[in-house]
């Protein structure tokens, strides 16, 4: 799904796809708390993997547009880092939720937890060229001059090549 996800924020840009990823893998993450067979569970893992693809390519889209590339590697080692720390928190997070309230009541607190930033996102997020906020000065700061990337369509053959 990495591949479709970031044609997807590619074609959608950054704020609506990340913001329907985020909505989609809230909502299969406490659809697990539904499952009643193994079957119904694998289908949820589907979509939960399917919806948290987007993540990602959404992401670096945002640093790309925000950050100018000589600049990008912190916040790209950051958002790394808080999927590190994500990885490392949230088990025992889960454990003791699970232990608290049992394993459907996990899978909804968890998918609840996964719609917080949202609000923030849909608030605070922009483009830097629609941003209402920001400067003419701070927009050539960010752009370096160039208010669209230079881009050229490749063929995937092309890209696998690489």
């Known amino acids: 799904m990495m591949m479709v996800s970031g044609w997807i924020s590619d074609k959608m840009g950054a704020k609506l796809s990340y913001s329907i990823a985020m909505v989609w893998w809230s909502v299969a ?12 569970f694998g289908i949820g893992r589907i979509f939960l993997g399917a919806g948290e693809a987007v993540y990602f390519p959404a992401s670096m ?46 899978f909804i607190a ?25 400067t003419a ?11 669209v990337p230079n881009t050229t369509n490749v063929s995937w053959i092309r890209l696998l090549g690489h």
């Not at 925000?66 to 949230?90: C, D, H, I, Q």
């Not at 968890?110 to 920001?134: K, M, N, Q, S, V």
């Not at 000065?137 to 208010?147: D, H, M, P, S, V």
């Open 61 to 106: 889209k945002a640093i790309s547009q925000w950050f100018p590339k000589r600049e990008s590697a912190l916040p790209t080692g950051l958002l790394n880092g808080a999927v590190t720390l994500g990885a490392v928190v949230s088990p025992i997070v889960i454990l003791f939720i699970n232990k608290q309230c049992g394993w459907r009541v996990t």
């Open 110 to 134: 968890t998918g609840t937890l996964g719609l917080i930033p949202l609000a923030g996102w849909l608030a605070l997020y922009e483009r830097p060229d629609a941003h209402p906020r920001l």
């Open 29 to 40: 993450e406490m659809g697990h708390a539904l499952a009643r067979t193994p079957v119904a």
């Open 137 to 147: 000065e701070e927009r050539e700061l960010i752009t370096g001059g160039t208010a």
